[in-house]
Structures are given as C-alpha cells and as structure tokens.
C-alpha cells in the first residue's frame, strides 16, 4: 500500500514524499479513503504515535476549499505543546496547496496575533479548548460554517477537565459538519462525547481497543520509597545510549528530579507547566535534536511530545489513571518501532500496578534493579565499542599527533588501555564501588503470612501529603467535576496536577488538593462563583468538628 492508492490530490502527494513518508500507517490506511470517500462521522482508535494528524489532516486539507477565507475545519486537542505540533504538521501538509492558512490558538500567547489570523482568513484552526471558547465568546472565532470537526486526544481532553468547554464550543458549530474523534483510548467519557454529537459513526480501531502498542516491553522494578532517586539513576546508567522520558506525577516532583539528575552529571532537564512557553520551547527543542538525553516531564506537559527514536519511558511513579499508562508508554515505539516502558514502584504499590496491568491491557515483566557490577560492565563495553567504530579523520589529526606519540612511548599496550579506560572510567568504578542490593522481593514476609484479598483502588494524592476541602454545592446543583477543578486552577494558580480525587454528592462535595498549596485554595475561593452560582469553600475537617458541635446541641435541646 502506498500513499498514491489513498485518492490524494497531487499537491497533498508532492508534500508526503518531500516529507519522507513512504508507506502510510494502519491508521492512514484504513482513515484517509473512509473521511475522503465516505459522508458519515469517524472515531479512530490508534496508539499514540502512529501518524492520527496525517490521517485526519490529509483527509480535511483535500476537503476544504481554500478559495474561500472562512474558517472550515477546526481541530481542538488538549495542550499548547500539541496545538503547536498538529499546527506545525498541517502547514507542511498544505506546502503545495494555493491559499492555505492555518491558525494555531492556545492559551499563554498573544490573544491579538491569533486575532489576526483568524481575520486574515485561517480555514484551519488548531486550538486548545479554553482558549478557542474565548475566542469564540469573544466574536472572534466564528465556527457556524465549520464543515469538518477533529476532536484529538479526545480521552485526555476529559481527563483535563475539558468536557463543559468542549460541549460549549460543539454548541456553537453547525448540526450537518462531519466530526472525527481521535484517541489512543475508548474511555466512558469519550463514549458519550461520540454517542452525543456524532451520526452513526464509522470506527476504526488499530490493535486492540483501550491497549498500548505491542512493540512495548513493560518491565517493573520493586525498591524500597527511599531508594526510587537510586533505582532510576541506576536504570539510566544500566543503558548507556537511552533516549528516555521520564514521568512525575506533580511539577514539583519533576524539576526536583531533574534537578537531583543536572546536580549528578546526568544530560537531564524538567518540563512542565510551571515554565515559561519559551522556556518549554527551548527544553523541547533540545530533547528533539538529541542533544538533551533524558527529559523529565508530566503528563500534561509530555501530550505534545511527538519525537521518533524515544528508546525508553521510565515511570518514576505510576499514574492514577490506566489509560493515562497507555498515553505514557506510547511515547516510545512509535512509528512501529520497539520500544521499553519501565515501572518503579515500592511493595505498596503492587496493587496500583495489578490494576494497571488488567485495564490498560498490558503484562509487566518483574526485573531487578541492576547491581553496581553489571552497570560497569554495561557501561565499559559500552565505552570500548565506541572508540573501536570512531571515525579518524587522519587528514586534520595527523599533525597533532607526533608529541602525542613521544609522550606515550614509554608505556605498554596494556597501561595504555588501563589508563584511557580509567579517564572514561573512573567515576562509574568510584560511586559504585560496594554498591548494595536495593531490590525489594517479590513475597516479603508480611504478605507470606496475608491472606489475599482485593483492595479499593482510589484515586488521589498521596496519604499525609494532602488536604480535603468541603464545599458547598452537589449533583443537585449541577456541579460538574471539570467546572470545579477549572475554578481552582484559575482562581488559586494551581494545576490541575495538584488536585486529587473530587467527590460529587447530592447535596454537598469534597475535593483534595497538596497540602502544599491547601492554605492558598483556601483564601483563593473566598466569595468564589462557579457558572454564576457563589459557593462555599472549607477544610473538610472543620465541617465534621461543626457537625459535631451541631449534633450535641441538638441532644441538650431535646434533653
């Protein structure tokens, strides 16, 4: 199968062979001739690196009229990071199309020079849920003659608490355009997104519904909590040419990571939401070209990371979400490459893992953290095999080398190899000398003597290292989880990494944040509204001593 089998005009042909791509992907195969030739709603099921922007992006540029200079197509996806590589991979798409302009709206950027070309008449906008509403509540953004509509990382997009702004801004496009659902998972959520707004769709699974690549080896490591920082740098080491990524649940577990990792010598830096657009930029541009080995990122800020030859992805703590597992590990083998996703957990977690494994569909494979002997052994070999391929430019050398030669001659072969593996060497020999087994068994003796059982899994923060907060308003009230974490992270500053589990209840609600950042929730929501309406913000365990008090008033009263 090749690209010119798929119905494609010559100017969208001319851009794919300049972009080197020479067979299309499964997803493209089976994606591009159904939105091209066919008139009803898609879904697409497709692990995350397996060319979703061509197959939805090739099909929309060869359907819009580019005469024209309203806005015809729009793809929303879930963070600026992505906005700006589907916007990026769409304009090289449209190199040979007369007329094609393409918009990308996000949030931390001029609201005047997105402004600009939206009026200069963009058919395509690439945008970020928020901002796109604001836009559009703004009169800028005007969708009523939209023909084509892409929702991308529709999963994530909900997790992020997107679903209001999304049915907000559907509302605002025509009832006859096409929408086309892209996601690496099928989640309850995105069901009822494609049950609520799409026609009788045609979906399009690759693999299996809801799992990660096959290409993936899933490999989990059991340490002690103290010993996580040691395991990971011991991983790093065991793989002397890893291009890895590596995820933190929290901002502040990730630049403390990469800090730890600059502060050891390790080609290491952060990315997460709490950088400057420029900064972020810069970080990624690094990790992309190579010359940044190890990328330390959180979820929301990894979305946009689309980069090839990504050897390993190393969970520093597991995600609360399977299908959050899923969008971690497909960052490596992508493009039908092999790749290794690696867990590092402690004994509690074995659980947390299990549940993992069931519902994302994936089998880890137990592993020991290698000794301190393994990673010398690993990391000379390492060494010698790439002194022996070297290339020697005998040209501009050779004139060097005369005093070198002088200098030397006085030593054996074999000092001379000890004395240049050592310059290499040496600091490996040093820090791990006499390392120490820092794996935790698979049985320790407690769970020998445990009888089996199957505990809740709960999502939320981290025992000891959160505060729960009731508030006011429930089900009752129309409360939606997406309205309430929306509000906090503007109001109080926060990400929406910082909160934890929310409870909607009839008549009230609870929520947890970082203990961390709990003290500024607090007076941040002082007279706060959500959707018009004022609520009332408290630690949660201020209301049960109230209650308390409330309870025993009410036995005297009766007394």
């Known amino acids: 199968m090749s690209f010119e089998n798929l119905d494609l005009i010559d100017e969208l042909l001319q851009a794919v062979n300049e972009l080197g791509f020479i067979e299309p992907t499964p997803i493209q195969t089976d994606a591009i001739p159904e939105i091209i030739g066919g008139e009803r709603d898609l879904v697409g099921l497709a692990q ?139 989640p309850h959520e995105v069901a009822k997104i494609a049950k609520k707004y799409m026609k009788n769709p045609v979906e399009i699974t690759i693999g299996k519904k809801n799992s990660g690549a096959e290409n993936i080896a899933h490999v989990n490591y059991i340490v002690k909590e103290k010993d996580r920082y040691q395991a990971l740098k011991r991983i790093i080491d065991y793989y002397p040419d890893i291009y890895g990524l590596v995820f933190c649940r929290t901002r502040k577990d990730t630049q403390e990571v990469a800090e730890k990792l600059i502060k050891d010598n390790y080609n290491a830096d952060a990315l997460h939401g709490d950088l400057s657009q420029g900064v972020r930029d810069k ?85 020991k953290v290698p000794e301190g002997y393994a990673i010398c052994e690993k990391q000379l070999y390492f060494m010698i095999n790439k002194m022996v391929e070297v290339k020697v430019d005998h040209k501009a050398i050779g004139r060097f080398l005369p005093p070198v030669y002088n200098t030397l001659s006085d030593l054996t072969k074999e000092e001379l190899i000890q004395k240049f593996v050592s310059i290499e060497f040496n600091r490996f020999l040093y820090y791990y000398k006499g390392s120490k087994d820092i794996n935790v068994s698979l049985t320790t003796k407690k769970d020998a003597h445990r009888p089996a ?107």
């Open 48 to 186: 995350t690196g397996t060319g979703k922007t061509a197959a939805f992006g090739l099909p929309m540029i060869q359907l819009i009229d580019f005469d024209l200079k309203h806005t015809q197509g729009v793809v929303i996806c879930p963070t600026r990071e992505l906005c700006l590589q589907i916007s990026a991979d769409i304009k090289k798409l449209c190199k040979y199309v007369n007329n094609a302009k393409v918009a990308a709206v996000y949030g931390g950027a001029s609201i005047e020079t997105q402004r600009n070309q939206i009026k200069k008449g963009a058919q395509i906008i690439v945008a970020t849920p928020g901002r796109l509403l604001d836009l559009i509540n703004k009169k800028i953004a005007k969708l009523y003659q939209v023909s084509y509509l892409v929702l991308d990382e529709a999963d994530e997009m909900l997790n992020m608490g997107f679903q209001e702004d999304i049915d907000a801004i559907l509302k605002n496009t025509p009832a006859q355009k096409r929408t086309w659902l892209f996601s690496a998972t099928m």
């Open 453 to 559: 059982k199957k505990r809740r899994q709960q999502k939320g923060l981290e025992p000891g290292k959160s505060k729960r907060f009731f508030l006011n308003k429930g089900s009752k009230d129309n409360l939606q989880k997406g309205a309430v974490i929306r509000t906090l992270c503007s109001r109080a500053g926060i990400s929406s990494e910082n909160i934890g589990a929310i409870e909607i209840m009839r008549e009230c609600s609870f929520f947890e944040v970082e203990t961390n950042v709990a003290d500024n929730v607090l007076k941040s929501m002082k007279d706060a509204k959500i959707d018009g309406r004022k609520i009332q913000v408290e630690y949660a365990e201020n209301k049960k001593s109230q209650t308390k008090r409330s309870k025993k008033s009410k036995k005297r009263k009766k007394r």
């Open 283 to 367: 970080v990624m541009g690094r990790f992309k070209t190579k010359s940044l080995q190890i990328l330390i990122a959180t979820d929301v800020a990894a979305r946009g990371i689309d980069v090839q030859n990504i050897t390993h992805v190393i969970n520093y703590k597991l995600p609360d979400e399977a299908q959050n597992y899923t969008h971690r590990s497909g960052r490596t083998a992508r493009a039908g490459k092999s790749g290794t996703s690696i867990a590092i957990i402690n004994s509690r977690e074995k659980s947390k893992l299990q549940f993992i494994q069931k519902k994302a569909g994936v089998k880890f494979n137990y592993a």
